[in-house]
């Protein structure tokens, strides 16, 4: 178990994740919660981050922060979405082995998994196959991470847990479409095609592909849990066990919005993997499990949503 009155660092603390884990940490009593965003640290730059640890002297790390974006940000970014997280994931575990942390998290994501991953996906069953090409990049840096995990825990004696989630969405998500990740894209979409009185909604891809969601709480409530239950630097899957194709959520949200036009399907563009559904059998091995389902997170989602934008 973590000692509550040691301090513990947050990176990427003002991000969806991260505002998530701070306000647990702080309802499970934590007291010594060091927050960092872009504003304060630059994790790409070593220097800074050395310079952070030796006046800070963290006990834990939960190292959250990452660049990250739906599909398009990837296609459009490979460099950027592998150089950035390769510096930070480096910077990150060279400063917490030398300045003696006691225990670390790492954030990875499910698309370290191959592209043709069997259902449901095995935690044994990463590098057993090529990657989704879309976010090839991210996905290598997020590999990179975990093996240096291990790499250090096996060689340093450095323990940090690898919590693996699958789609995360929720309160302070990201709803720029150049940027944000599917649920997210679907609210905005369907909000403001509602408030602007639009007939019609084009979506990306043919609607087949299955997804697995969870809500942002539901994954910093499993991170603090997993920071006190699990003392290996394997990986594990972090979700629901439950999936739902785009399609189906697209009408979900629509229904939930109020949109009644027509959805139409654009089959030029890509899908990505067709089916990412995560085995979660060691997760509730360690006894834990989400609490918040997906329409209740939708509708929250969708009322957030609106707030911040002045719809009703």
């Known amino acids: 178990m973590l000692d509550k009155n040691k301090k513990i660092l947050v990176t990427g603390a003002y991000g969806m994740v991260g505002t998530a884990t701070v306000k647990a940490l702080k309802e499970a009593g934590f007291t010594n919660i060091k927050e960092t965003g872009r504003q304060e640290l630059d994790l790409t730059d070593y220097r800074e981050v050395d310079q952070f640890f030796e006046k800070e002297r963290p006990a834990y790390v939960f190292m959250i922060a990452a660049k990250v974006g739906g599909i398009n940000a990837n296609m459009l970014d490979q460099v950027g979405f592998m150089l950035e997280n390769l510096k930070i994931e480096m910077n990150l575990f060279e400063a917490c082995h030398k300045y003696k942390t006691e225990k670390n998290l790492f954030l990875g994501s499910s698309c370290i998994y191959p592209k043709e991953s069997p259902q449901p996906i095995k935690e044994e069953y990463l590098l057993t196959g090529p990657l989704e090409p879309t976010n090839e990049g991210y996905a290598l840096a997020k590999i990179s991470g975990l093996k240096m995990a291990?790499?250090?825990?096996?060689?340093?004696?450095?323990l940090t847990v690898c919590p693996m989630p699958c789609n995360i969405y929720g309160t302070n998500d990201d709803y720029?479409?150049?940027?944000?990740?599917?649920?997210?894209?679907?609210?905005?979409r369907f909000c403001d095609a509602k408030?602007?009185?639009?007939?019609?909604?084009?979506?990306?891809g043919t609607g087949i592909p299955l997804r697995e969601f969870i809500h942002v709480s539901d994954v910093a409530r499993g991170l603090i849990h997993l920071m006190d239950h699990f003392e290996s630097s394997e990986l594990i899957n972090l979700g629901t066990g439950l999936d739902i194709s785009i399609k189906d959520l697209a009408h979900l949200i629509a229904q939930e919005v109020g949109f009644e036009g027509e959805i139409v399907w654009d089959s030029s563009m890509p899908n990505g993997m067709l089916k990412k559904c995560m085995d979660i059998t060691k997760l509730k091995a360690l006894g834990f499990e989400a609490e918040i389902d997906l329409q209740s997170g939708i509708q929250q989602s969708i009322q957030e949503y609106r707030c911040v934008r002045n719809f009703h």
Request: net charge positive.
């Open 150 to 158: 291990q790499y250090f825990h096996k060689q340093k004696q450095m």
């Open 176 to 188: 720029d479409l150049e940027k944000c990740h599917v649920l997210s894209a679907l609210i905005k």
């Open 195 to 204: 408030q602007q009185n639009l007939k019609q909604v084009t979506l990306w």
